[in-house]
């Protein structure tokens, strides 16, 4: 069973952020040195940076299968054994750990004896559902 990831304000907002700060470097970069070759490239690592973020959006899903979670993005793949998955729950303040999420607020999943991942499905209540089914001693 696959699951979308979240999508919300936290990516627009940075994008335009990167927008201004560009500008306002591009613009310092015109009038004191008046050459716009600076101005292609500062638009060329934008662009490059809007295509990392748009292949992030449109590559970072979960899949629940009969043996694992898989948390994909990107091309890259983090696998979680369900019998290691001991506790999901929401996250609470700033989250500082492994991430595959495109959301600001997701969920912290507890693995193994230390380890953490968040993640954000879409629909945060079925994933809940389908993971409890599939994990006998998980705590929610």
Known sequence: ????S???WTFPIIWVF???????????????????DGLFYLFLVW????LLFYLLLKT???????????????GFKKR???EQIRKIAPQKGIYVGLKINTSWKG???TYDKWSE????????EKFIAELNLRCPNLVV
């Open 117 to 124: 991942i968040l993640i954000s499905p879409a629909d945060e």
């Open 47 to 50: 662009l490059a940076m809007g």
């Open 6 to 8: 979240k999508r919300d």
């Open 60 to 74: 970072t899903y979960y899949t629940l299968n009969e043996k694992e979670l898989i948390c994909h993005t990107m």
């Open 1 to 4: 069973m696959q699951f979308a």
């Open 18 to 36: 990167i927008l201004c700060v560009y500008g306002l470097v591009g613009s310092i970069m015109y009038y004191s040195e008046g050459n716009t």
């Open 107 to 109: 969920l912290v999943i």
């Open 80 to 82: 979680i054994q369900f």
